[in-house]
């Protein structure tokens, strides 16, 4: 079985490989076998998800190189779940793009460029999730980043290269940070596997420790974007295209999350800044909704309720009880599969009325029922409506907090209620906007030419004045505009594509799937924050004592 461990990194690297050679030809060959490796890895993440249920860890060492010199993978029960996660939506949202792309008519570009990223990504976050060392950890979010980049400033539009360079310039700076915080972990530590640094980390001087978990913790803040670190997420991920909007939102930032509860569990036990964490976890939902709640760009309003919905989950690694823990770890399952969905349907919205801005959106729920039910439901699912699965995560987090009865755990609990019912608010206003109320005039016809990405304040200006090419509605100030994979101009219809409705329709599913199996997932996520909180199994798995 620990055969299988490496298995969610090499797939898509290999196939990735393969598409590459074979060129520009064969294009339902190429979208066959990407399908057909999403859903391998989606196999083997839950045959690693239950093993590591009934068995412990997993862990195999690259090269049979045992540590500190060798390369560790180890799949335990959160990393299986955040695995079997990911791979569930990155394979809907692959789904997604290949009908937005044969929608667009564009054969070459999308095959030849999005699709490998794509496959880069994915096995980069895989990897992420896998890594048994800082240094492979380092690695997954390189990989990860690499192809994030690729992905951002697909079609090489003024807007989505101005976005992607502020993306790459953050990034690369939580790179060198993380490469100086690994460097000091080293010399301090004489390892950077996590097994190894768990016990050594122990008995360095006390100043040192809490300097390198500040460190670590600030790389994993600012791709987590928590507030204060997230001001370069609103103005970058809402200018991709849909599909890459989609598993930024839902899996990249997630990945930072997913990094904090393992630093804070199994280097950092007993961590010193729990304090300022549920700080940063109040700012976060504080700003991101109230930043949400003065947005009129759906794809913005969805951007800041990103940034407000992390401090739901560094509530529970602040408070880094049991309870708390297994709380966090169902928020973050939910959390990507609904944000995710939410940036889906904007797309879906993008293509039917020719634009996420609110106020020139109207009459979706009479004339796109179906796409009214795709919104509905995860934007209810956001916001924490009983019974659904965001009130069971809430619910968690709440309950753990007035456990722990401390003042700032009586204040996440008050915000974490307030960012709840202003969650409500956002997504009530969005529906009265684009779905409830009457369509403005011009926005019932069929065939309007979306604005493009291409369009840009640097233009000369004959377009607005004369009102730009036969059909085209200029984009007004400040609106979000994306438009197809490659940032062009696309022609609105009724009819959707029905590859993004079915991988809409099943992403709406999933998330429904974590309300009728609330109670499998919750007593999962419990045996899961357990483990982290043991250390022990961990430990055992990947040195054998």
């Known amino acids: 079985m620990n055969a299988l461990v490496p298995l969610p990194v ?39 998800m239950i093993a590591a249920d009934r068995h412990g860890p997993l862990h195999v060492d690259l090269g049979d190189f045992a540590p500190p010199l060798g390369v560790t993978l180890v799949a335990d029960r959160l990393a299986g779940l955040m695995l079997t996660v990911s791979s569930a939506i990155t394979l809907l949202v692959h789904l997604y793009s290949l009908g937005q792309g044969m929608a667009d008519r564009d054969e070459r570009t999308p095959l030849g460029v999005f699709h490998p990223a794509y496959l880069i990504l994915v096995a980069g976050v895989s990897c992420t999730f896998l890594a048994g060392d800082l240094v492979n950890l380092y690695v997954g979010f390189e990989i990860m980043l690499v192809a994030s980049y690729v992905l951002l400033t697909i079609g090489g539009t003024a807007t989505r290269i101005r976005a992607g360079s502020t993306y790459v310039i953050i990034s690369l700076f939580s790179s060198m940070l993380f490469l100086v915080a690994i460097a000091m972990a080293y010399s301090v530590a004489g390892t950077v596997n996590f097994a190894q640094l768990a016990g050594r980390l122990q008995e360095i001087p006390l100043g040192v420790r809490t300097l390198l978990e500040a460190m670590l913790l600030t790389v994993f803040a600012i791709k987590a974007a928590v507030f ?35 630093a804070q569990t199994l280097l950092f036990p ?35 309720t990103l940034i407000s919905h992390i401090g739901y989950m560094v509530f529970g690694i602040a408070l880094a009880g049991r309870a708390a823990l297994g709380g966090a770890i169902v928020y973050v399952a939910h959390h990507i599969t609904v944000q995710t969905t939410l940036f889906l349907v904007a797309g879906l919205i993008e293509r039917r009325g020719g634009t996420t801005e609110l106020t020139r959106l109207g009459g979706l729920a009479r004339s796109a029922p179906l ?3 795709l919104f509905f439901v995860p934007a209810m699912n956001l916001a924490g409506i009983p019974p659904l699965s965001g009130f069971i995560g809430k619910l968690g987090l709440m309950r753990a907090g007035v456990d722990n009865s401390g003042n700032w755990a009586w204040a996440l609990v008050a915000g974490s209620a307030a960012t709840s019912l202003l969650t409500l608010y956002v997504m009530a206003k969005v529906w009265n906007l684009a779905f409830w109320r009457q369509a403005p005039p011009g926005t019932e016809e069929e065939g309007v030419v979306l604005e ?10 004959d377009d607005e004045e004369t009102g730009g090419p036969a ?19 696309i022609t609105t219809t ?19 799937l974590y309300t009728v ?13 357990a483990e982290l909180l043991a250390r022990g199994p961990y430990i055992e798995a990947v040195l054998g004592r």
């Open 10 to 48: 090499l797939l898509p690297l290999c196939v990735m490989g393969l598409e590459l050679a074979i060129g520009p030809r064969l294009h339902r060959f190429k979208r066959l076998i990407s399908l057909t490796v999403l859903g391998a890895v989606f196999v083997f993440s839950v045959i690693l």
């Open 452 to 461: 493009s990405a291409e369009d840009d304040d640097g233009d000369d200006g």
């Open 517 to 529: 199996l609330g109670g499998p997932l919750t007593t999962f996520a419990d045996r899961a924050a």
């Open 494 to 512: 009724r009819h959707l594509p029905w590859p993004m409705v079915t991988a809409t329709c099943a992403a709406v599913a999933l998330g429904l």
């Open 371 to 373: 796409l009214a039910v």
């Open 228 to 262: 204060p670190l997230a001001a370069w997420l609103p103005d970058s991920y809402p200018t991709a295209p849909a599909p890459v909007t989609a598993v930024f939102s839902g899996l990249l930032t997630k990945v930072g999350v997913y990094a904090m509860l393992r």
């Open 270 to 304: 007993g961590h010193r800044l729990g304090d300022l964490l549920m700080l940063a976890a109040l700012a976060s939902m504080a700003v991101g909704i109230l930043g949400a709640v003065a947005q009129t760009d759906l794809k913005r309003v969805l951007t800041f």
């Open 471 to 489: 059909g085209r509605r200029p984009a007004p100030a400040g609106a979000v505009v994306t438009a197809g994979l490659l940032g062009r101009s």
